[in-house]
């Protein structure tokens, strides 16, 4: 079992930005990969961002390409989201996901095992 362990969201003013972390402890010799979801009201869970540990390889949604960016510690087991540019739109709780296959598409949050907690972020006009 990998437990993941979210933190980082809050209340920002558009244009401003935040960091949200994220911690994989357990069994996490196995993931390939780490990424982030969003779900605002009353709508469904999307992909953000994600990364595969073996390469670094980078993947974003189209609504955050150029001002979220997914970056990785491989000692602390840690996969992170700077969010730069934040928008009202981009309102909703964010969810950290690890997989540990490299089937199906990398959007795709059925492939993903593992579910962080949550965290909400705000961001107000």
């Known amino acids: 079992q990998v437990q993941l362990v979210e933190s980082g969201g809050g209340l920002v003013k558009t244009g401003g930005s935040l960091r949200l972390s994220c911690a994989a402890s357990?069994?996490?010799?196995?993931?390939?990969?780490m990424g982030w979801f969003r779900q605002a009201p009353g709508k469904e869970r999307e992909f953000v961002a994600t990364m595969y540990w073996g390469g670094g390889d980078t993947s974003y949604a189209e609504a955050v390409k150029g001002r979220f960016t997914v970056y990785r510690d491989i000692a602390q087991n840690s996969v992170y989201l700077q969010m730069n540019g934040l928008k009202p739109e981009d309102t909703a709780v964010y969810y950290c996901?690890?997989?540990?296959?490299?089937?199906?598409?990398?959007?795709?949050?059925?492939?993903?095992?593992?579910w962080g907690q949550g965290t909400q972020v705000t961001v107000s006009s």
């Open positions: 996901a690890a997989k540990e296959t490299y089937r199906g598409p990398y959007s795709d949050a059925s492939m993903y095992v593992y």
């Open positions: 357990g069994r996490s010799f196995n993931l390939v990969a």
